[in-house]
Nanobody
Framework: QVQLVETGGGLVQAGGSLRLSCAGS????????MGWFRQAPGKEREIVSA????????YYAASVKDRYTISRDNAKNTLYLQMNSLKPEDTATYYC????????????????????WGQGTQVTVSS
């Protein structure tokens, strides 16, 4: 069983920055691919960024590339998302997710490939 808790969301002006954290419990955190997803009202959940178990492979959606940075600290069981140059269209609830079903070197971008989800943290960017 894995529990994930996101923190760090809030209200920020366009051009500002936020850093999201996702604290995980359980022994499988350090071997689990992780991902950040977001969902805006009336829209489907979409991938923002993903990372493999040791941080050696990362993925960014085109809409956030060069603005967001995903990282992880396996010693602290924590996943991060540094968000810079925020735009109003980044407004959404952000979720972290963990895939624990197997040992793998890859990252994953589809929501259905993840096994555990956090409760989400709201990010609101004002214009």
């Amino acid at each position: 069983q894995v529990q994930l808790v996101e923190t760090g969301g809030g209200l920020v002006q366009a051009g500002g920055s936020l850093r999201l954290s996702c604290a995980g419990s359980g022994r499988t955190f350090s071997t689990s691919p992780m991902g950040w997803f977001r969902q805006a009202p009336g829209k489907e959940r979409e991938i923002v960024s993903a990372i493999n178990f040791n941080g050696g492979r990362t993925y960014y959606a085109a809409s956030v590339k060069d603005r967001y940075t995903i990282s992880r600290d396996n010693a602290k069981n924590t996943l991060y998302l540094q968000m810079n140059s925020l735009k109003p269209e980044d407004t959404a609830t952000y979720y972290c997710a963990a895939r624990t079903r197997e040992i793998t070197i890859f990252y994953y971008v589809e929501p259905e490939t993840y096994d555990y989800w956090g409760q989400g943290t709201q990010v609101t960017v004002s214009s």
